[in-house]
């Protein structure tokens, strides 16, 4: 959309004037080599979850991480809709609207709240797991942050995710004590050539293992 466009443009010209010596990454800026050069990276997506901005859903962020060597040191997560800022830093803990947070302690699949793409939740391996809540979240950022502060205890993402979608919230996470991973486990590794990634898994780490071995059944 257009403001998609416009948070981009506002954000580059703000962020890059600090930080001129940063590589940038963004959904809606034109990708090019440069970036590999960059011992720091933002990676940003101007607006995730554009069809629930445009649908007037208040589910969608601003995203921005900084990367360096391959992973995220700082994150800042919006909701302007709500007011709702989750923010990070490598060993620093996470934070929204600055209250510290953590993940639960959960640790059995059943009764557990889980958020996937439509698809993922009409599968019967996920409908028979016996989760208590079953829902989508359109912002996948936001669906992983919500690990992070409590509201859910499991999150999947379907395969082609790109840095900006999950830069951000990796953070969040895992600061709070949880773990986001692909399904061999590995964490996600940013700033490569093609920032494009398989399905992945956020959980809390009593149902890290669970969470993964379903997805596995899932895809």
Do not use: C, M
């Amino acid at each position: 959309s257009e403001a998609d466009l416009a948070v981009d443009r506002h954000l580059k010209t703000r962020l890059l004037a600090a930080r001129p010596d940063y590589g940038w990454l963004s959904e809606e800026t034109a990708d090019g080599p440069e970036r590999l050069e960059r011992a720091r990276v933002f990676v940003v997506d101007p607006i995730d979850g554009t069809r629930a901005f445009v649908a007037g859903d208040d589910q969608w962020t601003v995203s921005l991480a900084v990367v360096e060597a391959g992973r995220p040191i700082a994150a800042a997560l919006a909701r302007p809709a709500t007011g709702a800022l989750w923010l990070a830093a490598s060993g620093g803990g996470a934070r929204r609207n600055g209250e510290r947070l953590g993940v639960t302690d959960r640790a059995d699949l059943a009764g557990a709240r889980v958020s996937a793409p439509n698809r993922y939740l009409e599968r019967s391996a996920l409908r028979d797991a016996g989760f208590g809540s079953r829902r989508f979240v359109p912002s996948l950022a936001l669906r992983i942050a919500q690990v992070a502060d409590g509201g859910l205890d499991v999150a999947y993402g379907s395969g082609n995710a790109h840095d900006w979608d999950l830069a951000a919230a990796d953070l969040l996470v895992q600061e709070a004590g949880g773990r986001l991973a692909v399904p061999s486990g590995e964490p996600v590794v940013y700033n490569r050539a093609v920032p494009r990634h398989p399905p992945l898994v956020a959980a809390v780490p009593g149902l890290f293992d669970a969470a993964r071995e379903l997805l596995a059944r899932i895809v």
